[in-house]
């Protein structure tokens, strides 16, 4: 029976501490979150600039409720498709230095609708190892054929490429890794996508708002332009602080997005007041490079009290700062002891990554405190030596 199947696949999650559990929240995001009626110093939150809670965002959603009402009605290319989305649209080509943006739903649709309508059955994608789910489904979507190369490895991508007789050729890979907070190479990857005829694109969820001296990402902080990278997508519910997603490139693909995109065209558009939030962050984002700035200086602070207490850091100089600790095991009972201890930082355990990679994915905002990060090193710093001691006594 399918359904037995589906109890001992749980059960089996459960003996691995792998099984996922949803927290209710009873508060708006910000550094300080509730869960029932306790408060908690919130560390795992993608909301880098502190935005999903801005008061200016808040007016401009309501103001285009008053106006559009809530439910968009329809796709875009029925009746969906409003002056907010289209001025939003207009606004991040601009932003991004592109032709046109075009709005999708979620970042893991645009993925999906990207990857199938650029390749088929014919053609090659490499991709890093360790990009986003969204991206590996978007390539088993296209049905094209592909070649995963490790992480970051510009060595082995040349090779794949070299190798490669088969359509043609895409290289996909995240600007900003989410779970790692590593940066891809991607002077070198244009590089190498330019001296094999291949076409480049950057899912930077991560990096735009946060990276870049006015917050164009991770192609602005390497100096890329639009030929050198000619497609990339971004998401609006990290460091935008709303909800949603677009692709910037050329006329010829949005307009082939508009066309054939599946998770495009038989979708609902987003609420409008969505948009409409999303053009007061985007504006925020670019007055406001205090809030970029804070966030270096708070990444700088952890980092070195980190290096002094010795603690698990990785490579990481962006606002993901994981702290590797091996099993899922480790990594929950840590997680669950931070929190009674009022922290909140989420385990992030196999599959999103791989097999004793367990890790505490911890994330900064600029509306957190240098002293904030202090009462967090403090923390760490006993329960990691509980745990050594646990490790002494051979438990
Ligand atoms: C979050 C994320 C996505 C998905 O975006 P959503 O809008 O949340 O669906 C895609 N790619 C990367 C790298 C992400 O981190």
Redesign the pocket.
Known sequence: MLFDRLRQQLQEREQAHQYRRRRIMSSAQGVRVCIDDLEYLNFCS?DYLALANHPELKAAFKQAVDRYGVGSGSAHLINGHSHEHHALEEELAAFTGRQRALLFS??????LGLVSTLLGRSDTLFEDRL??A??IDAGILSRARMQRYAHNDMTALAEKLEQCDRGEKLIVS?GVF?MDGDLAPIIDMAHLAQAHDALLMI?D??GLGVLGRTGGGSLEQAGLDAVAVPIL?G????ALGT???FVAGDELLIEALINHARSYVYTTALPPAVAAATRASLRLLQTESWRRQKLTALVEHWKQGAGQLQLPLMDSDTAIQPLLLGSSEKAIRISQQLEQRGFLISAIRPPTVAKGQARLRITFSAEHEPEHIDRLLEALDVLLGLEQNRDEAGE
């Open positions: 993608n979620t970042g893991y649709m645009a993925n990009n986003h969204s991206l995240d989410s899912d969820a991560h997508m998401t609006l519910g990290k909800f949603g997603a």
